[in-house]
Structures are given as C-alpha cells and as structure tokens.
C-alpha cells in the first residue's frame, strides 16, 4: 500500500476511535498507521511517524481530555506543516469551526459523515485541498466572521490570491498556478487579509463568496 494515504486517528472515545479505524480500514487507498486516544499522544505519535515518513493525514476529534483537538492541531501543523489535519468532530458551532482552522485545520467534517465523504475529504485533504461538509460550509459563507465592510482596494493579483483561497488551494499550490513563490504569495496573502479585515482563511473565504470573488471565472 504504498501509495495509501496514510492516516492517524485521534478520538478519546475507545469505540468511536476503534470503530474509525475499522471503517477506513474499508476505504481503497487509505492505510491506518496509528491511534491516539488523546491531543499529546496524537502529537507524539506524529512526531514518531514523521521521523519514519509514514503519516500523511491526521483525523482529529476536538474535544479530547489532556490536550483538545485544537491545540493538538495548532502543534501538528507548526512542526509538521508537511502533515495534515482534518477535523470529524459531533460539534459545528462557530467557534469550535473557527478555532480549528485558526490551529491550522485543512478540513473540517462533523461525525454524520459516512464512509464515502469521509474517503473523499482525506484524499482531498491529502492532496493539500480544503474541504468542509456542508453544513460547516455553510456556516463559513453565512455566519461565521463577524460582518465587517472590508477594504477595497484589492490588486488584481490579490483578487486572484483570495480566489484561490476560496477553492480551497494551498500556498503551494498557488504558487505554482501563478507562477510565483511560496514567499510572494504569502505576502499577497498578508496584505489582501489586511485590507479585508480578516484574521485567518475561513473568514477570507467568507468575504471572497460574499463579493462574488469566489465564483468568479
């Protein structure tokens, strides 16, 4: 299974832990290579299946005892910015969205989600995309930033930046379908949040759909 996508499952819930590794286990191209029943094992774990380049996704769970899915996603990313996390989670309210894609979350699904999405979001997520099950969805387009009037005054190369943002590309990725570095597009990025207002990416997507910039062709 060398080219599986390969996943940690991090949930405090034994059954709900078991139970995920047995359904992705029935997942083509997906291969479980470790559990963590809490946020500080999941850290270690990575931390340990880093140094073997054998993890590709995390799938966090949020409320977990000793440290939560939130700070444990904040500390994967700052260390492992190469692996990902993607949130399943019972909870959809506006802050736990919000401070997951502040720790650094790609994706973001609630526990509905049966075995096709969820195969469907990690391959996504995998492949350095955004994903988000409707209902969080929804929430990032109407509800979840506060209602600010932004700034105008957007350049034509940030307009294309947050558009991007918006179909869920990374920074890499970007960068590479503008034909420019990691480092401009991260200056795009800070200046085009800093005349919209807005703190981290959900809230840019939120403006992006709202303006019409995110449907834009």
């Not at 286990?25 to 094992?41: F, K, P, Q, R, T």
């Not at 503008?178 to 200046?191: G, P, R």
Request: hydrophobic share 45%; proline share 2%; net charge negative.
């Amino acid at each position: 299974m060398s080219d599986a996508i390969r996943v940690v499952v991090a949930d405090d819930q034994q059954v709900v832990r078991e139970g995920l590794v047995a359904l992705l286990g029935l997942i083509d191209g997906v291969e479980v290579v470790g559990a963590a029943a809490n946020g500080v094992e999941a850290v270690e774990l990575v931390a340990a299946l880093v140094a073997e380049g054998n993890v590709d996704v995390v799938l966090m769970d949020l409320r977990m005892p000793v440290l939560d899915g939130t700070q444990a996603t904040a500390r994967i990313t700052a260390d492992f910015p190469d692996v990902a996390v993607l949130v399943l989670t019972t909870y959809a309210d506006d802050s736990s969205i919000a401070n997951a894609l502040r720790a650094g979350a790609r994706g973001y699904l609630t526990k509905d989600a049966g075995r096709a999405e969820i195969g469907a979001a990690l391959r996504s997520t995998a492949a350095g995309q955004s994903t988000f099950d409707p209902e969080v969805s929804k929430r990032l387009i109407a509800g979840l930033a506060p209602e600010s009037a932004g700034s105008d005054g957007l350049t034509a190369r940030e307009t294309e930046v947050l558009r991007l943002i918006a179909r869920g590309l990374s920074n890499p990725e970007i960068a590479g379908k503008l034909f420019i570095s990691e480092a401009t597009v991260k200056t795009h990025i800070n200046n085009t949040f800093a005349k919209i207002g807005a703190r981290h990416r959900a809230e840019a997507v939120r403006y992006a759909y709202r303006k019409g910039i995110a449907s834009d062709s």
